[in-house]
C-alpha cells in the first residue's frame, strides 16, 4: 500500500523547507521535498489517493496535481484542476500543476481556461492565463486570448503578473503583435512588467527590448 505521509516525511528536507518559504507564500504546510521527487512518485498514485482537505500540506496539492497529468484523459485533467481550485493559494502551485497538464488540447479545456479569466479569485485567475499561454497561446485561439485578456476586471498582484508573463511569452515568436498589445495597455504594473519580463527573457533579442523599453509608463 502507497502511503503518501511516509513519502514526504522520508523525503523532506528541513534546510530546503525554509529555502521555499522565503519564495512562496502558501498557508499549506511546507516539508522541503523537491519537486522532480514528487513527480517521479506522483507516476505511482491516483489522484483519488489524496482526499482533498484544508490540512493538505503543500507538497500532496503538488503530487495530486503531477498524478493527475500523467492521465491521458483531457476530460480527467480538467476535472482534477477544478478540484485543485479551492486550494491554490501560491502562484508556485498554479504554476506547477497547470503547466503539466499536457491533455488541454481541445475547445473543452480552453473554455475551462477561458471561463477562470473572468472570476474574481486571484488564483483562479492565474490558472486560467497561466493556462492559456502554456496551452493554447501558439494557436489559432491567440487573437481571442488577447481580446478576453482586456475583459479581466481582478487587479490581485498574482493575476495581474501572470497577464504580464503572457504577454512576455508573446514577445518571444510574435513580436508586433505583442508591442501593439503592450501599446495599448492602461495598466501600468502590466505594461511595465510584460516589458521587464520580455527584456529579461534571452528570446527576445536587443533591437525587440530597446523597442519595448520606450513603452514604459513612468
Given amino acids: 500500500m502507497i502511503n503518501i505521509k511516509k513519502f ?9 523547507a ?11 504546510q511546507i516539508n522541503g521535498v523537491r519537486v522532480p521527487t514528487l513527480r517521479k512518485f506522483a507516476k505511482e498514485l491516483e489522484p483519488e489517493y489524496i482526499e482533498l482537505e484544508d490540512n493538505l500540506c503543500y507538497e500532496e496539492i503538488l503530487l495530486y496535481g503531477f498524478a493527475a497529468s500523467y492521465i491521458k484523459s483531457e476530460d480527467e485533467q480538467i476535472e482534477y484542476t477544478q478540484n485543485l481550485l479551492p486550494l491554490f493559494d501560491d502562484w508556485s502551485l498554479v504554476d506547477e500543476v ?18 477562470l479569466l473572468f472570476d474574481d479569485r486571484e488564483y483562479y485567475v492565474r490558472t486560467g492565463v497561466v493556462g492559456l499561454m502554456r496551452h493554447f497561446l501558439k494557436t489559432e485561439k491567440q487573437e481571442e486570448i488577447l481580446q478576453n485578456l482586456r475583459k479581466v476586471t481582478c487587479q490581485a498582484h498574482y ?3 501572470a497577464i504580464s508573463w503572457l504577454y512576455s511569452e508573446l514577445c518571444t515568436f510574435n513580436f508586433e503583435r505583442a508591442k501593439k498589445e503592450i501599446e495599448q495597455l492602461t495598466d501600468a504594473f502590466i505594461r511595465n512588467r510584460s516589458i521587464s519580463k520580455a527584456c529579461d527573457s534571452y528570446r527576445v533579442d536587443k533591437p525587440h527590448k530597446e523597442e519595448l523599453q520606450k513603452l514604459r509608463i513612468k
Fill in 18 to 28: 525554509e529555502f521555499e518559504k522565503k519564495l512562496i507564500k502558501t498557508s499549506h
Fill in 98 to 115: 497547470v503547466l503539466s497538464m499536457k491533455e488541454f488540447k481541445t475547445d473543452k479545456s480552453y473554455q475551462f481556461l477561458t471561463n
Fill in 8 to 16: 514526504i516525511k522520508d523525503n523532506s528536507d528541513y534546510r530546503y
Fill in 159 to 161: 493575476a495581474k503578473m
